[in-house]
């Protein structure tokens, strides 16, 4: 896994998301409640205050969780809830750790389906149906991981050509669009739950 990415829109932060497997998975961990860029900036800032040129699973895993917590909340914070994601991303670390040798590419690698590694993603601590379904459409769009249906299993994400995710960003312009739909939708979700309200 070698791309150029561009979802925290900071060289030295796509760098890492595109030659990292492990990085890539703990941005798309970090994506909520945050600005995508700050999320997937935060691979990169872990990385630099431990030290090292890239996020090791085994090494996560095996950190004291206080200090680790205290690492992410250093200023600027890695996300809004610093504590919560710390123990998220030990969390997911442990299990790469127990399930696949603490690589985390070997999640995707020789996977047969799209239907096969989405139940994988899945079950990756922190990810549910559509986190796990932005992710397979990223490796499938951008990183060059395409199993046999893997559009099919993203759903809407896996569309060619759609502006839904951070799946579909590949520079500022396509950043905005996929920015406009979000908004699209809320405001859509927003008036369906109102429109709910006063039909009672």
Not at 35 to 61: C, Q, V
């Amino acid at each position: 896994m070698d791309v150029t990415l561009h979802l925290a829109q900071d060289p030295a932060a796509d760098e890492l998301l595109g030659r990292s497997p492990l990085a890539a998975l703990v941005g798309m961990l970090l994506d909520q409640q945050v600005p995508m860029e700050w999320a997937f900036a935060g691979p990169r800032t872990i990385a630099d205050r431990l030290g090292a040129d890239d996020l090791d699973a085994h090494e996560i895993a095996a950190r004291d969780p206080e200090e680790f917590a205290a690492l992410l909340s250093a200023k600027p914070a890695v996300h809004r809830y610093p504590g919560s994601m710390a123990k998220r991303i030990q969390q997911l670390c442990a299990y790469l750790v127990e399930h696949y040798d603490g690589d985390a590419a070997a999640v995707w690698e020789g996977v047969g389906t799209g239907k096969e590694l989405l139940a994988r993603l899945n079950e990756l601590p922190g990810f549910g149906q559509q986190k796990a379904q932005i992710f397979l459409a990223l490796l499938g769009k951008q990183l060059g991981v395409r199993p046999k249906g893997w559009r099919e299993a993203a759903g809407d994400y896996g569309e060619a050509k759609a502006f839904r995710s951070v799946a579909d960003i590949t520079g500022p312009e396509s950043l905005v669009k996929v920015r406009a739909h979000k908004q699209e939708m809320k405001a859509a979700a927003k008036a369906a739950k109102t429109g709910g309200a006063s039909a009672r």
